[in-house]
């Protein structure tokens, strides 16, 4: 993706992009909201095919419907960080 | 009492609880306190780095600087937070170029990383700190006959060499042996599950799921014990849409090997998580914890 060789062929660079922009924005990555999210951009009716996973991980407590954030000063301090890095425009 | 600073990661406050639960109780009867790191952030995964590597390595620096600050090694539980935290950290100290931006994001934030923080998995600590005649006398439930096949992943021992042989490690397997159950023969104990692409590429990630699963159970397994938390994911949660979908019928239990160790160790159940397993462990575990 960083070179841009990716190919429409796969999903995965979309969620790849919904992954990375969702630790920007929340600092951790909740499961849940990180598959909707995937759904609801590529596939809705994808979702229904992983509703059996879904519901077998909510009825054994492992899909958080809140999410965790990070508190209000660390994130504020991972973004500032973050913004920094993308102003350098890539590692090399 | 040996401390270490502990970088939970995402899943274990969300998916994989029973992880980090036996892991912190594991810690405690083996004489080692896990003393979670403040603040911490998500270690961007794969995914940070394929889209914007230096973000990538920053977000992970931030969590490198607030351990480096209190002095431990840093454990992280998740093959993937460990293998991306120990990337940035490699990358910080032999890259001059990457070393210097990455600190100079840091500062915006008002931090700084020296590149003196050691990172860890948790296999490592807990197979390489403590003697294994330690963890035997520490074992109060016979586990003897339980066959496991010893699940590493693909991100716990590669790409760099670290505290194992790439190809064949053993750490996981004298862990097993030495909570006197059986570490059963694993050819692709190393071999990857596919990850995050069960939501993107999901027939390549149920063909290697059922790879896997067909292989522990065709050498015998009564369970597999894993240190990651996609791998125990990934195998216990879509068990079903594998057999489905390949027409078989596994019922393979799939441990956290801290589980493993808090079940042999006899720590309470809450700790230990089983209720968080999907393919239920108790018909595999019920012999052995009624001897």
Not at chain 2, 13 to 19: F, G, K, L, R
Request: hydrophobic share 40%; glycine share 6%.
């Amino acid at each position: 993706m960083r070179h841009h060789l990716s190919t429409k062929r796969t999903r995965t660079p979309i969620l790849y992009k919904l992954f990375s922009d969702t630790v920007y924005n929340v600092g951790m990555i909740p499961r849940f909201g990180c598959m909707s999210r995937f759904y609801l951009h590529v596939n809705p009716f994808g979702a229904l095919k992983a509703a059996p996973v879904a519901l077998g991980l909510l009825r054994h407590g492992r899909l958080q419907l809140k999410a965790k954030t990070l508190k209000p000063q660390a994130k504020r301090q991972l973004q500032t960080i973050l913004d920094k890095a993308k102003a350098f425009g890539g590692a090399s | 009492m040996k401390y270490y600073s502990y970088f939970p990661g995402c899943c274990m406050h969300d998916d994989s609880p029973m992880y980090d639960t036996s892991a912190r109780a594991v810690a405690k009867v083996l004489d080692m306190e896990l003393i979670e790191l403040d603040d911490w952030n998500c270690c961007g995964s794969t995914p940070y780095t394929v889209v914007d590597e230096l973000s990538a390595f920053c977000c992970c620096a931030r969590n490198l600087a607030l351990a480096e600050k209190r002095g431990f090694d840093l454990v992280a539980a998740c093959s993937d937070c460990y293998l991306i935290l120990n990337r940035t950290d490699q990358h910080f100290k032999e890259y001059p170029e990457i070393k210097t931006k990455i600190n100079e994001a840091l500062a915006a934030g008002g931090l700084e990383y020296h590149g003196t923080v050691r990172v860890r998995h948790i296999l490592d600590v807990f197979a390489n700190d403590v003697s294994m005649e330690d963890v035997k006398a520490r074992v109060k439930v016979d586990l003897s006959g339980l066959k496991v096949a010893p699940y590493y992943g693909c991100q716990v021992v590669r790409p760099t060499p670290n505290f194992d042989d790439p190809e064949n490690p053993q750490a996981l397997e004298r862990l097993i042996e030495s909570l006197g159950a059986k570490a059963t023969p694993y050819p692709l104990k190393t071999r990857c599950c596919g990850g995050s692409l069960i939501l993107s590429e999901e027939e390549i990630a149920l063909g290697l799921m059922y790879k896997l699963l067909d292989n522990a159970t065709a050498n015998g397994a009564d369970c597999i014990a894993t240190v990651c938390p996609f791998c125990q994911l990934n195998l216990d949660a879509y068990q079903g849409m594998v057999n489905k979908k390949f027409k078989a019928n596994f019922n393979l239990p799939i441990l956290f090997f801290t589980q493993l160790m808090g079940i042999a160790f006899g720590i309470e159940s809450k700790a230990v998580g089983l209720k968080y397993n999907i393919v239920p462990a108790d018909k595999v575990l019920a012999g052995h914890l009624g001897k």
